[in-house]
C-alpha cells in the first residue's frame, strides 16, 4: 500500500487546463491501493491543484469495483469548483464546494484497460468554473426575472468544441447564485446538446429554457443544494449550427 513512484510523469499547463501523462508500462504493474501523486500545479482561477491516481483502484473504498480506477483531485482554496477531468478517452465532471486541503473525486471512475491504447495515459483537469473566472463564452445579459447567454458567430466554432460550459453565476427575482450549464455537443454519445440549470435554494422554481427556437418548461423542486442542477441531457442539435447561439432562461414563478 502507499504511494508507489510518487510524483511520478508530468504535469503541464495552458490557462485553464493540465495535463499529467503517464507511461503506460509502469500502470500495468500496479497493485490493488497502490497509488501515484502528480506534482502541485495551478491553472488559471486556482493554485495548489494536484491528482491522486489508484490505476488498479482505491480499493480500502467499500464501494469500489473490481477493475476500476480512482481518481481525485485535491484542491486547497476553498469555495466552488467545477472542474472536467478525464482519464484517456473517459471525461467526467467534478463540482464540489471545497473547503480547503480536501480531495474529491471517483472511487470508480471506470475500466482502465480500454483507455491504455498508446504509450502513455494523459490525464487532464480543466477548470471550467470558480468565482474568480470570467464568462469563457459570449456575453450575459441580466434583467429581473430573465438572463440571455449570447454566443456571437465569431466564436461559435470554438463554443461547439468544447466539453462543457458555464455562466458565471446571476440572480433572478432576488435569487441569487443562479447559473446555467450547457453540453454543446452532448454528455453522452446522441451529441445532442446538454441545458441544464443550478438552482442553490430550496423550493420549487418554474422556468422556461431555451437555446436559439427549441424551448422547453421546467418545473423542478430544488433542494438548496449549492451544485444541485436540473434540465436535460437531449435539448436540442447544435452540430450544424453557424450563427450567433442565444441561450435563455426565464423565471415564471
Given at each position: 500500500?502507499?504511494?508507489?513512484?510518487?510524483?511520478?510523469?508530468?504535469?503541464?499547463?495552458?490557462?485553464?487546463?493540465?495535463?499529467?501523462?503517464?507511461?503506460?508500462?509502469?500502470?500495468?504493474?500496479?497493485?490493488?491501493?497502490?497509488?501515484?501523486?502528480?506534482?502541485?500545479?495551478?491553472?488559471?482561477?486556482?493554485?495548489?491543484?494536484?491528482?491522486?491516481?489508484?490505476?488498479?483502484?482505491?480499493?480500502?473504498?467499500?464501494?469500489?469495483k473490481a477493475g476500476h480506477c480512482?481518481?481525485?483531485?485535491?484542491?486547497?482554496?476553498?469555495?466552488?469548483?467545477?472542474?472536467?477531468?478525464?482519464?484517456?478517452?473517459?471525461?467526467?465532471?467534478?463540482?464540489?464546494?471545497?473547503?480547503?486541503?480536501?480531495?474529491?473525486?471517483?472511487?470508480?471512475?471506470?475500466?482502465?484497460?480500454?483507455?491504455?491504447?498508446?504509450?502513455?495515459?494523459?490525464?487532464?483537469?480543466?477548470?471550467?468554473?470558480?468565482?474568480?473566472?470570467?464568462?469563457?463564452?459570449?456575453?450575459?445579459?441580466?434583467?429581473?426575472?430573465?438572463?440571455?447567454?449570447?454566443?456571437?458567430?465569431?466564436?461559435?466554432?470554438?463554443?461547439?468544441?468544447?466539453?462543457?460550459?458555464?455562466?458565471?453565476?446571476?440572480?433572478?427575482?432576488?435569487?441569487?447564485?443562479?447559473?446555467?450549464?450547457?453540453?454543446?455537443?452532448?454528455?453522452?454519445?446522441?451529441?445532442?446538446?446538454?441545458?441544464?440549470?443550478?438552482?442553490?435554494?430550496?423550493?420549487?422554481?418554474?422556468?422556461?429554457?431555451?437555446?436559439d427556437s427549441t424551448s422547453k418548461?421546467?418545473?423542478?423542486?430544488?433542494?438548496?443544494?449549492?451544485?444541485?442542477?436540473?434540465?436535460?441531457?437531449?435539448?436540442?442539435?447544435?452540430?450544424?449550427?453557424?450563427?450567433?447561439?442565444?441561450?435563455?432562461?426565464?423565471?415564471?414563478?
Amino acid at each position: 500500500s502507499g504511494y508507489l513512484l510518487p510524483l511520478y510523469g508530468s504535469v503541464t499547463t495552458h490557462r485553464s487546463m493540465a495535463e499529467w501523462k503517464l507511461p503506460v508500462d509502469v500502470l500495468k504493474d500496479f497493485k490493488p491501493r497502490q497509488r501515484l501523486l502528480s506534482s502541485m500545479f495551478a491553472v488559471e482561477g486556482a493554485e495548489k491543484m494536484s491528482l491522486e491516481f489508484f490505476p488498479t483502484g482505491n480499493a480500502k473504498q467499500v464501494d469500489h469495483k473490481a477493475g476500476h480506477c480512482s481518481l481525485y483531485m485535491s484542491l486547497r482554496q476553498p469555495g466552488l469548483h467545477v472542474i472536467s477531468v478525464s482519464v484517456g478517452s473517459r471525461r467526467k465532471v467534478l463540482a464540489h464546494t471545497f473547503k480547503g486541503r480536501e480531495n474529491r473525486g471517483w472511487t470508480n471512475y471506470g475500466d482502465l484497460k480500454p483507455l491504455l491504447v498508446s504509450s502513455s495515459l494523459s490525464i487532464t483537469a480543466e477548470l471550467v468554473f470558480n468565482a474568480s473566472l470570467p464568462l469563457k463564452f459570449g456575453s450575459l445579459e441580466v434583467q429581473e426575472t430573465q438572463a440571455i447567454w449570447t454566443i456571437p458567430k465569431s466564436q461559435t466554432a470554438a463554443f461547439l468544441k468544447q466539453y462543457f460550459c458555464m455562466t458565471t453565476p446571476f440572480a433572478l427575482g432576488g435569487k441569487s447564485g443562479i447559473y446555467l450549464k450547457v453540453w454543446p455537443t452532448g454528455e453522452n454519445e446522441n451529441q445532442q446538446c446538454a441545458f441544464r440549470i443550478c438552482v442553490p435554494h430550496q423550493g420549487t422554481f418554474k422556468f422556461d429554457l431555451s437555446i436559439d427556437s427549441t424551448s422547453k418548461h421546467l418545473e423542478f423542486a430544488f433542494t438548496g443544494a449549492e451544485t444541485a442542477d436540473r434540465g436535460w441531457s437531449s435539448f436540442c442539435d447544435l452540430r450544424s449550427t453557424k450563427n450567433d447561439i442565444h441561450i435563455s432562461v426565464r423565471l415564471t414563478t
